[in-house]
Each structure stands twice: as C-alpha cells, then as structure tokens.
C-alpha cells in the first residue's frame, strides 16, 4: 500500500509556491570530504530545489555534451558509487548492444515472457474518477513526503539522457531489464513522448515528458508498453493498465519501480 500511495501521490503535501519556483543559485559542487569517491562530477542541492536545479543543469550540461540525473540522498548515492566501484561498466558495450536491439523486441520478448510465467493482468475498467499522476520522487522523503536536506545530481557524459543507464549499469536483476534494454526502450520513448530521465536511484527510475498521451487509447497503450517495462508498477502499485493508463494521461512524469 505504501508503493501504491507513492505512485498515486496520495498523502503528500503540495509543494510550496516557493519551494517550486525556488532558485538553484544555492546549489554547490559537492564538498569531496563528505560525499563518496564517484566516477563523474557531482552536484549538491537542497531537495526543496531539485527539480529546478535539474532543469538548469540539464540545460546548461546539454551544451557541454551531457546530461544531469538526480541520484538521491548520500545513503543512495554510496549504493551506486559501491556499485560502480565493484563492477566496472563497459559503457561502449552496452551501447552498441542497445543500438543492436529495439524497444519493439524488447517488448514481443518480454510479453511472451510474462505470458509464460503467468504475469499478465486482466482487462480492467477505466478508473470512474481522475486518478492523480505520479509524483518525482527521487528527492523526497517516501515516509513523509518532505524534501530530503540534500540530494546529489551527476553530471553524465552524454546528451542523450535515455544512454544513462549504460553509464550507471543500471539494471539486470530479478525483472528490472539490463542496462542495454533500457537505453533501447527509453530512446523510443524519448523519440516519441519527449521522455527525459529525471533520476536513477537504485530501485527506482523516473522520467520528466514533454510529450505525454493525451488521448485514452494512447495512454492504454503507453501503460501496456510500460507494464512490459516494469510488472512491479502494475502488480504491486495500480493493479491494473487501465488505472496506470490514467495516471498517465497528460501527466509529465514517469514512474518505474521494480522489487
């Protein structure tokens, strides 16, 4: 039930004016003494001010030739430090298989996957009232839904947001798909919903969407695309495409979590 309340927002306090148009001028490169040893820059800012911070970082990097990914709280940033430090990512390697493959083959395979494993859902009902979309939350507390004191942004060789997994070797354990699936599925989507990765922390991955389905069979196919992608978010949060499809519609932001 707590996954459930967190995909649909519900129990959260709406952010602050303030805390929304917050400037990212208090934003800092991390002190080196107080933050793991990481393979690429680091960038410390204030939770309350991370989805501003990421915009202008995002911008101001993708003149540089790369991208800005929020990786969470010290505790979940050493995760992925350890790691990286443990296994050394072949970042040529996973692209070229990413560009090898695609989303399109991604999904036939992983569908007759969950056909024999018995995970596909049943049809649902459309949801008799508006469901909220999901909210970032990569920079809040899950408990209470207050901003963290303080979340890392990396900056990521890259200007191509959908190659991060690859350089974080993000993925390939129990059902998350392996870092060159997810370059290949997020470049698709990135070509047609405008998807841009927002933040990769462990277990969870997030996207910010210019271009969201804005129609209810494209939202119903979106969501059956994205329960490919990931069961979890289906099984253990909305229970069915039909509810996913809704907090889907219109909405700028993705949300994937995987046990």
Same mark, same amino acid.
């Given at each position: 039930?707590?996954?459930? &309340?967190?995909? @649909?927002?519900?129990?959260?306090?709406? #952010?602050?004016?303030?805390?929304?148009? $917050?400037? %990212?001028?208090? /934003? !800092?490169?991390?002190?080196?003494?107080?933050?793991?040893?990481?393979?690429?820059?680091?960038?410390?800012?204030?939770?309350?001010?991370?989805?501003?911070?990421?915009?202008?970082?995002?911008?101001?990097?993708?003149?540089?030739?790369?991208?800005?990914?929020?990786?969470?709280?010290?505790?979940?940033?050493?995760? &992925?430090?350890? @790691?990286?430090?443990?296994?050394?990512? #072949?970042?040529?390697?996973?692209?070229? $298989?990413? %560009?090898?493959? /695609? !989303?399109?083959?991604?999904?036939?395979?992983?569908?007759?996957?969950?056909?024999?494993?018995?995970?596909?859902?049943?049809?649902?009902?459309?949801?008799?009232?508006?469901?909220?979309?999901?909210?970032?939350?990569?920079?809040?507390?899950?408990?209470?839904?207050?901003?963290?004191?303080?979340?890392?942004?990396?900056?990521?060789?890259?200007?191509?947001?959908?190659?991060?997994?690859?350089?974080?070797?993000?993925?390939?354990?129990?059902?998350?798909?392996?870092?060159?699936?997810?370059?290949?599925?997020?470049?698709?989507?990135?070509?047609?919903?405008?998807?841009?990765?927002?933040?990769?922390?462990?277990?969870?991955?997030?996207?910010?969407?210019?271009?969201?389905?804005?129609?209810?069979?494209?939202?119903?196919?979106?969501?059956?695309?994205?329960?490919?992608?990931?069961?979890?978010?289906?099984?253990?949060?909305?229970?069915?495409?039909?509810?996913?499809?809704?907090?889907?519609?219109?909405?700028?932001?993705?949300?994937?979590?995987?046990?």
């Amino acid at each position: 039930m707590g996954f459930l &309340r967190r995909l @649909l927002g519900l129990g959260r306090k709406e #952010q602050s004016d303030s805390s929304r148009h $917050a400037s %990212a001028a208090s /934003t !800092a490169i991390a002190p080196a003494l107080s933050t793991p040893s990481f393979p690429f820059p680091l960038v410390s800012v204030p939770g309350a001010e991370a989805v501003v911070a990421w915009r202008r970082y995002q911008t101001e990097w993708r003149k540089e030739g790369a991208s800005a990914v929020v990786l969470g709280d010290a505790d979940e940033l050493k995760i &992925r430090a350890d @790691l990286l430090a443990s296994e050394p990512v #072949q970042v040529s390697a996973l692209l070229s $298989a990413a %560009a090898n493959t /695609t !989303a399109a083959a991604f999904f036939r395979a992983r569908e007759a996957e969950y056909i024999e494993n018995e995970l596909v859902v049943e049809p649902g009902q459309w949801p008799a009232s508006a469901v909220p979309p999901s909210p970032l939350t990569a920079h809040t507390d899950v408990g209470s839904g207050q901003p963290k004191p303080v979340v890392y942004l990396a900056k990521i060789p890259t200007p191509h947001t959908w190659e991060v997994p690859a350089y974080l070797n993000a993925g390939g354990w129990n059902d998350c798909p392996d870092p060159a699936s997810q370059v290949a599925v997020l470049k698709y989507w990135h070509d047609k919903h405008g998807a841009e990765i927002y933040s990769l922390t462990g277990d969870v991955l997030e996207c910010l969407v210019t271009r969201p389905p804005s129609t209810r069979q494209a939202a119903l196919a979106l969501a059956q695309e994205q329960f490919l992608f990931c069961a979890d978010v289906v099984h253990q949060g909305t229970e069915s495409i039909e509810v996913l499809a809704a907090t889907l519609l219109n909405s700028e932001v993705w949300y994937f979590w995987w046990d």
